[in-house]
């Protein structure tokens, strides 16, 4: 028997009659991993009413109050670590390392986010009247949404999560239908911790049907999204109609650039982890490579070299490099690219579904390789799978207009082993994130994430960056003179 979820509204596990439902399903097998209900938009009001209701009491809990339920959550994780880690894996099919290093994240975060409660810092700055104090202080938001996406199914719900409770706001929760699992299981974390009833709600269902009733509510103040561009651009533009605050992660077409005096057994690691793990399915994936034509044939030699023993399998095993791709939707979509790419560019490796025994039963692909001029489709649009495209350059200006010139800006790296160079890169990738001499992917949470043109609307998640998003500010001035001071007239010349 699949195991069953039901809605998380009020502090209650609940099924409403005649709910409609939908599974998820592991993509290595296309076996059903369990059964969820598709919410109505009466059900997202109903648990958007119970966050509203619960936030007064939250918000007046202790911020440190609410930094300890945190770490409790951290500790459930750590217990829950190894079988958290296989359900990221069973449900969304990145390789077992991955899944734990998913949940790893989780932990990370919420640790880091528990420290907050101690910290919340505002600004004390100087009065230009005697007698007066100035200083800000934070204060929640009210009810906010969060939208998360299926390739970090926990890591990603908890960045949002973590900081919007620290913060002392309440949450409705809708995560991606083919990872529901891990968002449940996520909650269930949260509720053991103790996260007071209204606090955290979950809905589960369409993006169409969940996603808009919330995007709608007016109650709902702050919305933050991490999915796809499309769909980031539809929430913004509902949101906007109520004056939301709406906080966009979306795509990236994440390049590396690879300089002639660069170590290449280093680039040759963090090109393969960059391009190929998660299967490609990170925003910070590493889409592009540009390689200074001194080194191009010899690097494209090695990377070739080295994929020819590279596993693609089963991601429970410990020994399989990359596993199956998310979902059928994710295999058609890469496979249409890849069509695409052997029209407008040159098939280096791979390009193809893999099929016999276990093959057949899920949605695996094989690494793949283009060799590309700068402009085709394959180097500019997002693919979201482990396709990579390889463009030659001349010299470092060109790899740099060329890392530049598209309309997305998270992640970019350099390998090189020039100090001068590498602090140029620093100053000229657009991009929100960079890398020296490391691959494009693996933040760290104690740090910013986000970035520039269409990857997002200009705020940045995790790190302090994270407080930010989820917390007012309140600009406070005590006039301690007893009299009338009136700011810009009666401010003393020092002259
Ligand atoms: C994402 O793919 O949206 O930097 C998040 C990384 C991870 C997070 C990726 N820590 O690759």
Redesign the pocket.
């Known amino acids: 028997m699949e195991t069953e979820y039901g809605l998380f509204v009020g502090g209650k596990w609940t099924t409403p009659a005649h709910a409609g439902r939908f599974q998820t399903t592991n993509p290595a097998t296309r076996e059903t991993v369990a059964s969820f209900v598709s919410a109505t938009a009466d059900e997202v009001a109903r648990a958007t009413s119970e966050a509203a209701k619960a936030f007064s009491a939250w918000r007046d809990t202790p911020a440190p109050k609410r930094g300890e339920i945190l770490l409790n959550a951290a500790s459930i994780m750590k217990r829950r670590k190894a079988e958290l880690g296989r359900i990221v894996t069973r449900e969304m099919g990145k390789v077992i390392a991955e899944g734990l290093g998913d949940v790893q994240?989780s932990i990370d975060f919420i640790e880091y986010m528990a420290g907050e409660g101690r910290r919340l810092f505002g600004e004390t700055v100087p009065s230009e009247l005697r007698s007066k104090f100035c200083l800000t202080v934070r204060q929640p938001k009210g009810v906010v949404a969060c939208i998360t996406?299926w390739?970090?199914p926990t890591?990603?719900p908890n960045w949002k999560i973590a900081a919007a409770l620290i913060t002392g706001n309440t949450i409705v929760f809708k995560p991606a239908s083919n990872t529901a699992q891990c968002a449940a299981e996520v909650v269930k974390v949260y509720e053991e911790a103790g996260v007071p009833p209204g606090v955290l709600n979950l809905v589960t269902g369409s993006g169409a049907v969940v996603g808009h009733a919330l995007v709608s509510d007016p109650r709902v103040r702050t919305v933050s999204f991490?999915g796809g561009v499309e769909a980031g651009r539809d929430v913004y533009v509902r949101g906007a109609a109520g004056l939301k605050m709406v906080h966009l992660?979306l795509g990236g077409k994440n390049p590396v650039i690879l300089m002639e005096d660069a170590d290449l057994k280093l680039a040759l690691d963090g090109v393969l982890f960059g391009a190929f793990g998660t299967a490609g399915q990170?925003?910070?994936a590493t889409s592009r490579l540009i390689v200074h034509e001194k080194v191009y044939d010899a690097f494209l030699g090695m990377l070739t070299e080295r994929l020819g023993s590279f596993t693609v399998g089963d991601p429970l095993d410990p020994a399989t490099g990359m596993g199956p791709v998310a979902s059928a939707d994710q295999e058609r979509k890469i496979l249409d690219y890849i069509a695409l790419g052997r029209k407008e560019a040159k098939l280096r490796l791979g390009g193809e579904k893999l099929t016999g025994g276990a093959y057949d039963r899920g949605y695996f692909l094989a690494p793949t390789i283009f060799e590309t001029p700068h402009g085709t489709r394959i180097s500019k649009e997002e693919i979201f799978g482990p396709v990579l495209s390889v463009l030659k350059v001349r010299d470092y200006d060109e790899a740099v207009r060329v890392a530049n010139d598209i309309d997305y800006g998270l992640s970019s790296s350099i390998y090189t082993r020039d100090v001068n160079r590498a602090f140029r890169a620093i100053h000229d990738l657009e991009a929100g994130i960079t890398y020296v001499n490391a691959p494009t992917?693996?933040?760290e949470v104690q740090l910013p994430?986000g970035g520039v043109k269409n990857t997002g609307n200009g705020g940045r998640e995790a790190g302090s960056a994270a407080i930010e998003e989820f917390s007012e500010i309140k600009t406070v001035f005590v006039d301690f003179s007893s009299r009338l001071q009136k700011a810009q007239i009666d401010a003393e010349s020092v002259a």
């Open positions: 994240e996406p390739n970090f890591a990603i991490t992660e990170r925003c910070t992917i693996g933040a994430f």
